[in-house]
């Protein structure tokens, strides 16, 4: 896939990997919407790489509704789908059904909602390309949030969902599963530090953007930062039992 002249909208556009996309999309050639909640800084990295900006809570099916109309109005139509925006604050057991709705709103409805409103246009083009940021906790395991790991779960398998119902029609679909990435998300995790030891390097988000876009660019499903991450697949797929439980125990013995 060539990027030069394409559509791409791009949530969670404002910060961290989503910026970081976003600049790396726009020096391709692609034409960028920069979708976040944040709307004065989405406009900021509009401006930045001559883009057009749209504020969105994607917690909402309307504002995603609206976001997908927003970019066939300016651009034309929708290239690429870029569902990257996400949350990851503790929520595990007992934490409020509210703050579980919104896990589930934001990190995972999200995904459903944009891929919705965006296959259509889509197919009446002639095709198009959907792609999630899910996280590699989503191919293994999570020790600090329970809800997180379990909407990028659901993040994941709806992808390779979509992947199965829309390729044969000129659909193409990826999801990124990222490690550990320097952004203000990854120090905002409850006991991260344990996770960042486990998995090894720490990306800076532009080379973890580079990465991601080369996978989607290279029409890749799976898409992976770390080499660890499909390693530990590997592990967990031969012997699900004896992972989980040296996965414990690595992360106790980070934790000390």
């Not at 197919?123 to 959907?130: E, M, R, V």
């Not at 993040?155 to 999801?175: D, N, T, W």
């Not at 697949?233 to 106790?252: G, K, T, V």
Request: with cysteine; aromatic share 8%; proline share 4%.
């Amino acid at each position: 896939m060539t990027l030069a002249g394409k559509s791409v909208i791009v949530t969670g556009g404002a910060n961290g990997i989503g910026k970081a996309l976003c600049i790396e999309f726009a020096a391709r050639g692609a034409q960028v919407m920069v979708a976040d909640v944040d709307g004065t800084v989405a406009a900021l990295v509009a401006q930045q790489i001559g883009g057009e900006s749209f504020t969105c809570d994607v917690g909402s099916e309307d504002a995603i509704s609206a976001l997908i109309d927003r970019t066939v109005e300016r651009f034309g139509g929708i290239d690429i789908m870029f569902s990257n925006a996400g949350i990851a604050p503790l929520c595990d057991l007992n934490s409020a059904p509210e703050l579980w709705d919104r896990m589930w709103r934001i990190n995972f409805m999200a995904h459903v909602h944009a891929a919705k409103y965006a296959i259509p246009h889509m197919l009446a083009s002639g095709g198009g390309t959907i792609v999630s940021t899910a996280s590699a906790i989503a191919l293994t395991a999570s020790a600090t949030t329970s809800a997180y790991a379990a909407t990028k779960h659901a993040a994941l398998a709806f992808a390779q969902s979509l992947f199965l119902e829309y390729s044969g029609r000129g659909i193409k679909v990826s999801c990124t599963c990222p490690g550990p990435i320097v952004t203000q998300m990854m120090q905002d995790v409850p006991g991260e530090n344990t996770q960042k030891q486990f998995w090894g390097t720490v990306l800076e988000p532009e080379h973890a953007a580079q990465m991601m876009i080369d996978g989607v660019e290279q029409e890749h499903f799976l898409i992976l930062t770390h080499p660890e991450i499909a390693k530990s697949l590997q592990n967990f797929a031969r012997d699900p039992e004896q992972f989980m439980i040296r996965f414990r125990a690595a992360l106790e013995k980070a934790a000390r």
